[in-house]
């Protein structure tokens, strides 16, 4: 972080400002240990993304309202990473600033993930129905899991990357490389967590997962979610083990103003006192993931449904949209394979394009590309499907071609580069915009999460609605999605500021960077 001269003739700080002590630069090791978490926390998420929306509609809540239940992870967001990266900041534990929310993060994932995966089992022994279309406590039951869950995540992913940032020091570059490799790891997570969702027996590890109120497709599930709590409290005990933390002295704090609501000033003062280059990343960033969102919501579903032609629910077309769905699975695990190898290449990449605003820009126009193509492939899946007649005088959907299939597939891969860069490049910038205004860390980090969880609550609130507006498919979604990703990619291009080069920080002047 930047050092200041000590001098008594020193205006007084920003609201938001904290005094930075700057310490040595960690080894490199040290970084990858933190990031690593990353891993076990990425492997929850993507059972989540991939399983829990097919999940939801076989507890009985429909398509048009399963989006909403995605809001519990943009409101706690909202809400919890500003509050944690607070106070992570002025933490003076003897364990370091970071570490005891990360272990307390780890706690909570534990617990959600035993609520969501023993939703159905609690919901039948609290009088849910066997074989009822809607199984009200279930759902309840998993609604209070995933809302646990969701405020774990963000207890621990929040306090993770401003760790990484603090053992960077100041360098720039550092800092950087410290968050591709937690978007690495992120990469290796998400295929962990797709390879464990896409096969179907792996309940038979644990055979009592499976029960007379959850199937296989949920035993399976919850087998899933056994496997990342043991992933994710392994990594986290080492890396809390082996990498330690200064504990942190703050000066003296001026009481003479009297009481005052401490972090809702903070954080208007951090609203207030940022700086042009934070606030372009703010919009950039929103409108990044007004793109994202709904295919992180509904890309299984999507499979399932517009691709295979299946429908939510038993019998052939359900079995046909579950056979989509694990599909999606498999996407998703392509995706995260190119999205954990292009992690490795960011650095690489931007300075071959000419800086990482102009990387961030270009990938930003190829997933508009690529949700624009979801429409192009729904389209050419519905001319050539083909049916079949059953015993019983039904008619039911085939699976589409190995050409449809493939060019379904492919939009998954390509997807994989700009996810990377999602993950790495916006908060490799605010931190390194932090540095420059000496905002802490753990606050600028969420107050840049806000630029993500806001526009993730429209989505969820207006995407089931919108889609069905348009006929109850995910395709309208996909498309304004598409559309946002080409205005971000556009921001980003002619306003996004670069960021200083290569050196350490406290060697730059101070001020915005225009």
Known sequence: ????????????????????????????????????????????????????????????????WSSFIWLCGPISGMIVQPVVGYYSDRCTSRFGRRRPFIAGGALLVAIAVFLIGYAADIGVSAGDKLGAPT?????????????????????????????????SGSNSSKIRTGNAMFAFF???????????????????????????ACDVYCANLKTCFFISIALLVSITVLALATVSEDVFVPEAVDKSNGKQMVFFGEMLGALKEMSRPMWI??????????AWFPFFLF??????????????????????????????????????????????CIEHLARWVGGVKRLWGGVNFLLAICLAMTVLVTKMAESERQFTTLPDGTTTPLPPNAGIKGGALSIFAVLGAPLAVTFSVPCALASIFSNDSGAGQGLSLGVLNLAIVIPQM?????????????????????????????????????????????????KVSGGGMH
């Open 135 to 167: 199984k009200p406590r279930a759902v309840a039951i998993f609604v209070v899991g995933f809302w646990i869950l969701d405020v774990a995540n963000n207890t621990l992913q929040g306090p993770c990357r401003a760790l990484l940032a603090d053992l």
């Open 281 to 290: 990343l703010l919009m950039v960033t929103c409108l990044n993931w007004v």
């Open 458 to 506: 429209v989505v969820s609130v207006l995407s089931g609605p919108w889609d069905a507006l348009f006929g109850g498919g995910n395709l309208p979604a996909f498309v304004v999605g598409a559309v946002a990703a080409a205005i971000s990619g556009i921001f980003a291009f002619t306003m996004l500021p670069s960021p200083p080069p290569d050196v350490v920080l406290s």
């Open 299 to 344: 890309d299984t579903d999507w499979m399932g449904k517009e691709v295979y032609g299946g429908e939510v629910g038993t019998g052939p077309a359900g079995q046909l949209y579950n056979r989509g769905v694990r599909a999606g699975a498999l996407g998703l695990l392509i995706n995260s394979v190119v999205s954990g190898l292009s992690s490795l």
């Open 186 to 212: 992120m990469g290796v997570g998400n295929v962990l967590g797709y390879a464990a969702g896409s096969y179907t027996h792996l309940y038979q590890i644990v055979p009592f997962t499976k029960t007379a």
């Open 1 to 64: 972080m930047v050092s200041s001269t000590k001098d008594d003739k020193q205006p007084p700080r920003a609201p938001l400002e904290m005094q930075h002590h700057e310490s040595p630069q960690r080894p490199i090791w040290q970084l990858i240990m933190v990031s690593a978490i990353a891993a076990g926390v990425q492997f929850g998420w993507a059972l989540q993304l991939s399983l829990l929306t097919p999940y939801v509609q076989l507890l009985g809540v429909p398509h048009a």
